[in-house]
């Protein structure tokens, strides 16, 4: 069971560059996440999807774009790289937004922006 | 505003030797509180879901509670494969679904 698969896990990037973080779920979930992780913080949600062509912002959208063009994908798009974006992400799915749901959370990708 | 604040945030233990963690949450309406473990380079993964005051989960040797207040994790006779970062999260009435988070607590279980 391959659950969510986040590619790749480690990453530099130097100020001002641009990359994709992916992330595809084998589930058929509708509900996807991205999550950044910074030290001493909890989790903070940078977008979510509800299903194939509809996304909409979490707390710190600012600097990221997502797009959903199918069920399984669900990729994170860092434009203009900046040290305040070096963090874990992290990708999640579930199958529904209610309470009662959990999250699956793939390994995630570290970043270093330097 | 919704908060999570988890104590401490690290706890070393002898194995066997039990112990309580603390997860306490300001929100305006509790829809649910979650707890997940997380492995060093992992993801968290799902633990439990708690609802309402005076409900209790358990599973192996993980026993969680839950006040209006705070939510305790306790831990019964650790074993060393139990260290990991325990995750607290709430759900608020008023937070569109998302959930809040705490910095988690640092577990560490020695033999």
């Known amino acids: 069971n391959a659950g969510v698969t986040q590619t790749p896990k480690f990453r530099i990037l130097k100020i001002g560059q641009s990359m994709t973080l992916q992330c595809t779920q084998d589930?058929?979930?509708?509900?996807m996440y991205w999550y950044r992780q910074d030290p001493g913080m909890g989790l903070k949600l940078i977008y979510y999807s509800v299903g194939a062509g509809i996304t909409d912002k979490g707390e710190v959208p600012n600097g990221y774009n997502v797009s959903r063009s199918t069920t399984e994908d669900f990729p994170l798009r860092l434009e203009l790289a900046a040290p305040s974006q070096t963090s874990v992400y992290f990708c999640a799915s579930s199958s529904s937004w209610a309470t009662n749901e959990k999250l699956f959370f793939g390994s995630g990708t570290q970043l270093s922006v330097l | 505003e919704d908060q999570v604040t988890q104590s401490p945030e690290a706890l070393r233990l002898q194995e066997g030797e039990s112990s309580s963690l603390n997860c306490s949450y300001t929100?305006?309406?509790?829809?649910?509180l979650f707890w997940y473990r997380q492995d060093p380079g992992k993801g968290p993964e799902f633990l439990f879901t708690?609802?309402?005051?005076?409900e209790e989960k358990e599973k192996e040797r993980l026993k969680a509670t839950l006040t209006k207040k705070e939510s305790f994790l306790h831990i019964t006779a650790p074993k060393p494969e139990d260290s990991a970062t325990y995750l607290c999260?709430?759900?608020?009435?008023?937070?569109?679904?998302?959930?809040?988070w705490g910095a988690g607590t640092k577990l560490i279980i020695k033999p």
């Open positions: 929100v305006s309406g509790l829809r649910g």
């Open positions: 999260a709430v759900q608020g009435v008023a937070s569109n679904y998302q959930l809040i």
């Open positions: 589930m058929n979930h509708n509900y």
């Open positions: 708690l609802y309402s005051a005076g």
